[in-house]
């Protein structure tokens, strides 16, 4: 019998790739999203869309109606996530659900961060549910390049507002969405955690802007940027303007914190493992990004 995915908040970067990948799985996905807009691009991808709002209740117990498995994406930088997080994980209970896949974070327990340390209260959340589940914990995408790449190819700078000498975890976010697809098509994951980091991508952005030189045949240097300069112009980017001033501090403090620490978090072989092959790192992406003139998608295909 052919299972039925929900994918909350299903319009994102996130959901549209997992959505492809349980298509090509023969999966025809639910996809929760709150617009038309998001409903048709969904549907186009080849989801049943079901437009709701994922702090309602009701609208959550609709989209889960005879749903096996859900797979909860909580929207970007949400400040209340926990609450949402009881939310989902309440009516997931309440209906019935066999499996539940939460997309968390690396280093969840980073308290500094409110959406790691958020995505830690709810993991705790579905650990005290008694629901069957998986915790997926993805590290920063590598994807993130893609709305500055345009600049960095031309400039040949890649300015963020911590050092670049600090190392930390990446991952392709396709690979992501290849190992979630994984998960909830088949079985044996139940109560697993699993990190999510790329092949040899525990690199500094120094390292990388190498590895672009080499993509692209000329230097490019990473520069640390002064934090206001770095929104001023992150907010003329339409991921970016929608962002409250809470969510922002968010942003601030994942950079302080990389600022200080980088990120020692993450080791590739279980990606590597769930994919039965080496998960892509830094090379292969930039190739890409190379090849496709940037026509990488970074915050997603549309909004949730």
Known sequence: MTKTILITAAGGQTGTRLIRQLVARGVCPRALVRRESSAALVRSLGAEPVIGNEWDSADLLRAMQGADSVYHIAPSLTVDEPELGRRVVAAAGRSGISHFVLHGVIAPYLENINY??????????LYRSGLPYTVLLPTNFMQNVGWTWPAIARDGRWPLPYDPDRRLTWVDLDDVAEAAAIVLTEPGHALGTYELVGSDAYLSRAQIAGLMSEALGRPVVAVKEAPEAYLAHARTQPFFERFRDEEVAQIL????????????????????????????????????????????????????
């Open 116 to 125: 790691h340390w958020a995505k830690q209260i709810v993991q705790r959340e």
């Open 253 to 304: 403090a994942m950079f302080d914190d990389y600022d200080r620490h980088g990120m020692p978090a993450g080791n590739a072989r279980v990606l590597s493992m769930l994919l039965g092959r080496p998960a892509r790192g830094w090379p292969e992406f930039l190739a890409s990004l190379r090849d496709t003139h940037g026509h990488v998608t970074s915050y997603g295909l549309g909004s949730v």
